[in-house]
């Protein structure tokens, strides 16, 4: 059973530090990895998707990293802003043959704060 | 293009009774999830639909139902609701399983 871990549950940093969200998968036998952000009481919004054959996407301060042989992903953000303020999530999905197909297994998140 | 709707966005109900939650996928999508979102649990996966037919459901009891009509919208059903079934709920549409877009969810309150 997949399992994801995020580390750690909640970071603070000061605006423009870059900064790197972990993220950590016990069975490397994935289709693709998402990131996802989640404002309070909000939906998730998709960040990135990786695809298990893929090392890296990038989209405009955002880069995702996914190495599946050590089961890890990181998410970099560059620059940061007060607006980053959310929590993220991963998500693994499964390959698309056997049981258990379709369906995200999620971490718990990192509660990023960004101070002004 | 419009992105996935769920409609209640809040429900309050009390327990014993049941609740139905709407979902209308991005036009095109053809399969639609749904999934619990609680402080303690995180998010778990409900089920999923594809074309009508439910190809994965995950480990919650019977109570949990849903079903996916002709135009892809799908509605989730919980009977005899319980205190724990408080939770935000979560639906997702993709247009071939691969990236999932989630909609805004139903924060459900079972007093």
């Known amino acids: 059973k997949q399992e994801v871990t995020q580390i750690p549950a909640a970071l603070s940093v000061p605006e423009g530090e870059n900064l790197v969200l972990n993220c950590s998968f016990t069975?490397?036998?994935?289709?693709?990895l998402q990131w996802f952000r989640q404002d309070p009481g909000k939906g998730l919004t998709s960040l990135l998707l990786?695809?298990?054959?893929?090392r890296e996407q990038t989209s405009g301060r955002l880069n995702a990293s996914l190495d599946k042989s050590s089961g890890r992903s990181t998410l970099y953000i560059a620059a940061s802003q007060p607006g980053d303020s959310a929590t993220y999530l991963c998500?693994?999905?499964?390959?698309?043959?056997?049981?258990?197909?379709?369906?995200?297994?999620f971490g718990k998140g990192t509660k990023l704060s960004v101070i002004p | 293009k419009a992105g996935v709707t769920q409609t209640p966005r809040y429900l309050i109900k009390t327990r014993g009774q049941q609740v139905t939650l709407s979902c209308s996928p991005i036009?095109?999508?053809?399969?639609v999830s749904w999934y619990q979102q609680t402080p303690g649990q995180g998010l778990q996966f409900l089920f999923e639909?594809?074309?009508?037919?439910?190809?994965n459901k995950g480990n919650f009891p019977g109570r949990f139902s849903g079903r996916q009509f002709s135009n892809s919208r799908s509605e989730m059903n919980v009977s005899t609701l319980e205190l724990g079934d408080s939770a935000l709920y979560l639906c997702?549409?993709?247009?071939?399983?691969?990236?999932?877009?989630f909609g805004p969810g139903t924060r459900l309150t079972v007093l």
């Open positions: 997702a549409s993709s247009r071939t399983s691969n990236e999932q877009f």
């Open positions: 069975d490397s036998a994935i289709y693709n």
């Open positions: 990786i695809q298990s054959s893929q």
């Open positions: 998500a693994a999905s499964p390959p698309r043959s056997g049981a258990g197909s379709y369906q995200l297994t």
């Open positions: 036009s095109g999508h053809r399969s």
């Open positions: 639909y594809f074309s009508e037919t439910q190809r």
